[in-house]
T-cell receptor, first 115, second 109 residues
């Protein structure tokens, strides 16, 4: 079972360019999430989706957009990248039930450098 | 505001026991999670506490006191492979996870 896959693994991007980070899960989880992880900081939620067709803003949504056309895919788009978006990006999913079913499963991450 | 505090780094000896503390202040509480993250890898789930008390899972145990806003992760019989960052996260009233910055655990032979 693949679980969650992310692409690309890493990317160097020129400032001002756009980019889409891809995320696909095969666990039929309802909820999906995008986080960024920066040194010395906890994981910060960018956007989330509780179910296909719906999305919501997290703690740090500015400069990012998402869509959730189906259960499996949750792409993250940077419309015009800036150096402060240099980070490691993790996609995660959960079954969105109660208790331990809220465990989030993480993809392997995308390391993005914006120059 | 919402806040999760845990030590930045800890060092322990192979075979020993280490306790990693986590204190939290959040808008609501729907459980506390501990995750392990090896360098360059994704976080992986270790434990979940929603009621006060100790949850034991092999060499790892997690404790929660909701009244004190406090949890700890206890690792016994430390192995070199336990060298990793340990992330504390609280699920708030909106069922979103609020994450601590993580504790980097260094195991020495």
């Amino acid at each position: 079972t693949a679980g969650i896959t992310q692409a690309p693994t890493s990317q160097i991007l020129a400032a001002g360019r756009s980019m889409t980070l891809r995320c696909t899960q095969d666990m039929r989880h309802n909820a999906m999430y995008w986080y960024r992880q920066d040194l010395g900081l906890g994981l910060r939620l960018i956007h989330y989706s509780n179910t296909a067709g719906t999305t919501g803003k997290g703690e740090v949504p500015d400069g990012y957009s998402v869509s959730r056309a189906n259960t499996d895919d949750f792409p993250l788009t940077l419309a015009s990248a800036v150096p402060s978006q240099t980070s490691v990006y993790f996609c995660a999913s959960s079954d969105r039930g109660g208790g331990a079913y809220n465990e989030q499963f993480f993809g392997p991450g995308t390391r993005l450098t914006v120059l | 505001g919402q806040n999760i505090d845990q030590p930045t780094e800890m060092t322990a000896t192979e075979g020993a026991i280490v306790q990693i503390n986590c204190t939290y202040q959040t808008s609501g509480f729907n459980g506390l999670f501990w995750y392990q993250q090896h360098a360059g890898e994704a976080p992986t789930f270790l434990s979940y506490n929603v009621l006060d008390g100790l949850e034991e899972k092999g060499r790892f145990s997690s404790f929660l006191s909701r009244s004190k806003g406090y949890s700890y992760l206890l690792l016994k019989e430390l192995q070199m492979k336990d060298s990793a960052s340990y992330l504390c996260a609280v699920m708030d009233s909106n069922y979103q996870l609020i994450w601590g910055a993580g504790t980097k655990l260094i195991i020495k032979p």
